[in-house]
């Protein structure tokens, strides 16, 4: 029972590079979340999922995207990465939803370093 | 939920020492309080959830306490450990809405 996996762990992109943030999750639960944490600032919600097929804004969503390929997976898109963006990005998932007593299961994060 | 606050921001105590810290929180539209504790390189874990005005939760050396109408929250560890070394989260919730602290980051020196 791996919990909520993340990868890659590190990667450093180039101004205007995009990429992909995989998070995968093998404990049946419905919500998943992505999150930005900054220095001397508490996570910040990026977009959730709470459910497959549907996803919603969080935050700070601009300049990503996200997809909720099946229950399991919930990955982060960098289009057009920005210096901005250099951050440590989490995952986390929860059974129910976002809000109420639903406890947040959280990934090991990616740290990204935009050029 | 719009402003979480913690409070100190950082400390450092000696092994043995008792401590505590404060989150306070808007009381309007509240649900529930979490506190995660989150070691430097791991992922945010799980402490407590409270939903009560009141309400106590225990777990071995470490406590909390919640005052909805106030809107604060107190995390007590008895006699800290080295182990207890790391920052320290709380996260009220709406019913539809989570906002994270910025954290207490605790060190405990040998």
Same mark, same amino acid.
């Given at each position: ?7 890659? *762990?590190? &990667?450093?992109?180039? @101004?205007?590079?995009?990429?992909? =943030?995989?998070?995968? &999750? ?8 992505? $999150? ?11 977009? $959730? ?7 919603? *804004? ?5 300049? $990503?995207?996200?997809?909720? =390929?099946? *229950?399991?997976?919930?990955? +982060? ?25 639903? @406890? &947040?299961?959280?990934?090991?994060? @990616?740290?990204? @370093?935009? +050029? | ?19 505590? #810290?404060?989150?306070? #929180?808007?009381?309007?539209? #509240? ?16 402490? #407590? ?62």
């Amino acid at each position: 029972n791996a919990g909520v996996t993340q990868t890659p *762990k590190f &990667q450093v992109l180039k @101004t205007g590079q995009s990429m992909t =943030l995989q998070c995968a &999750q093998d404990m049946n639960h419905n919500s998943m979340y992505w $999150y930005r944490q900054d220095p001397g600032m508490g996570l910040r919600l990026i977009y $959730y999922s709470a459910s497959e097929g549907t996803t919603d *804004k969080g935050e700070v969503p601009n300049g $990503y995207n996200v997809s909720r =390929l099946n *229950k399991r997976e919930f990955s +982060l898109r960098l289009e057009s990465a920005a210096p901005s963006q250099t951050s440590v990005y989490f995952c986390a998932s929860s059974e129910q939803g976002l809000g109420g007593t639903d @406890t &947040q299961y959280f990934g090991p994060g @990616t740290r990204l @370093t935009v +050029l | 939920i719009l402003n979480v606050e913690q409070s100190p921001q950082s400390l450092h105590v000696q092994e043995g020492d008792s401590t505590n #810290f404060t989150c306070s #929180f808007p009381s309007s539209n #509240f649900y529930a309080l979490h506190w995660y504790r989150w070691e430097t390189a791991k992922s945010p874990e799980a402490l #407590f959830v409270m939903t009560l005005n009141g309400d106590e939760k225990k777990k071995g050396r470490i406590s909390a306490t919640l005052n909805t109408k106030e809107g604060y929250s107190y995390l007590y560890i008895k006699g800290s450990q080295p182990e207890d070394s790391a920052t320290y989260l709380c996260a009220p919730t709406s019913y539809d809405k989570v906002i994270f602290g910025p954290g207490t980051s605790l060190s405990v020196i040998p």
